[in-house]
Each structure stands twice: as C-alpha cells, then as structure tokens.
C-alpha cells in the first residue's frame, strides 16, 4: 500500500509556480521521499529526492517539513510539457533493490 | 545516463500467442529490475521483481507460469506474455537499479510497452 497521500488533481496556469503537496505522516526516520511524474503513455520519469534537507536540481526544488511528515515539490515556472500525473512516494534508503510502490499520484494540469 | 529503453513499444497480438518485451539497461548494470503494468486510469502495479541469474518473484496474483520472466544478463530482463488474452492488454513498464555501490539507488524506467490483445 502506498505511504503517501497527495490531492487527485491540480490546475497550474502556464508560467506560475506549480506546487504539489504530498502527506507522509507514517514516514520513517530511514525513508527517502521520491517524486516521479508520468507523462501521458510515457514511462514514469525521476524527478527529484530527499531525505529530510530541502533539494533543488534543474527540473524542480522539494521542500520537506521539518518533522518530516509532509513534503512539497515545487515547478518553479510551468509549461504546458509539465502536464502529467505527479507520484510522491516514500521508500527506504537501504532498500536499493526494493520496488517503488505507486499510489495515484496528482495529476497536475498546466493550463495556458 | 540512466537510460532504460524497451522494446517493442507497441504490440497487436491474436489471443492464444504469446509475446516477449524486452527491457534494457544502456549505460549501467542492474542485478535487479522490475516490471510493473498499467491499466487504463489506474496507476502503476508492481508485478514481479527480476534478479539476473536467479528466479523472479512474483506479487500476488500475477501468475508466474503466464508471465514467464528472464534476466540472463546484468543489462537485459525478458518478459514473455504467454498464450495472451484480450484482459492481458496493457501498458507494460519496466525499471532498473544501478548495481554500483555509490551510485544513485534511484530506479529508472523504461518508456512501457503498449499491448493489445485482440
């Protein structure tokens, strides 16, 4: 079962800040947070992960709380290629041969 | 790099053949991939976890004798769709993890395999 809850949805207009928001509260002291995103008919695509620092890198920043129970990714300036459906998802960091388990994500819709 | 590619992308099949797709690790080896498929509006479901040289293991209710799974290499996983029915259409994923210590435990993942059962 999947650890994280994210909303179904989200409109984000073209060339704003996109921010999707993930709830992990049964999140352990040894689970990273992992973001994906699926573009329609595409494979899943690796966005961006941490552990309980804040991380930015070309394609989006992640914002972790400081208790670690929530998380947020943030597109800085959205474009139309960025419509997909959004995966948080928690995995352990000593488990490099465990699977990713997918909840049902946040499709997010960039809207010009 | 971390590139996965699969092949084919696409495949129409007659119901009663089966159908293998194979999944690549170009730029780095994996002692284990995954394969997961996808139903139409649903997410992603893990099927069954590959080990190279080694049997696969296989979630509930996947059944093993259809889905025949093999990792003959540290850079290749087959999955062979076995006497294939119209419900076995579906989008077919699979990913893989750098076997370097070190290296990024990020999975990556192939661009699927689109199969239709007809």
């Known amino acids: 079962d999947a650890k994280t809850t994210q909303p179904p949805s989200m409109d984000c207009a073209e060339g704003r800040a996109a921010n999707l928001p993930c709830n992990h509260s049964t999140i352990s002291g040894n689970e990273y947070v992992y973001w994906y995103r699926q573009i329609h008919s595409q494979g899943p695509q690796y966005i961006i992960h941490?552990?309980?620092n804040n991380e930015t890198n070309e394609m989006a920043s992640l914002i972790i709380t400081e208790d670690r129970k929530s998380s947020t990714l943030i597109l800085p300036h959205a474009t139309l290629r960025d419509t997909a459906v959004y995966y948080c998802i928690v995995r352990d960091r000593f488990g490099r041969n465990t699977p990713l388990v997918f909840g049902k994500g946040t499709r997010l819709s960039v809207i010009a | 790099g971390a590139v996965v590619s699969q092949h084919p992308s696409r495949v129409i099949c007659k119901s009663g053949t089966s159908v293998k797709i194979e999944c690549r690790s170009l730029?780095?080896?994996?002692?284990?991939m995954f394969w997961y498929r996808q139903f139409p509006k649903q997410s992603l479901m893990l099927m069954a976890t590959s080990n190279e040289g080694s049997k696969a293991t296989y979630e509930q209710g996947v059944e093993k004798d259809k889905f025949l799974i093999n990792h003959a290499s540290l850079t290749l996983s087959t999955l062979t769709v076995t006497s294939a029915h119209p419900e076995d259409s579906s989008f077919y994923i699979c990913?893989?993890?750098?076997?370097?210590?070190?290296?990024?435990?990020?999975?990556?993942f192939g661009p699927g395999t689109r199969l239709t059962v007809l």
């Open positions: 730029d780095f080896q994996a002692t284990t």
């Open positions: 941490g552990l309980k």
């Open positions: 990913s893989a993890v750098s076997l370097l210590e070190g290296f990024t435990d990020t999975q990556y």
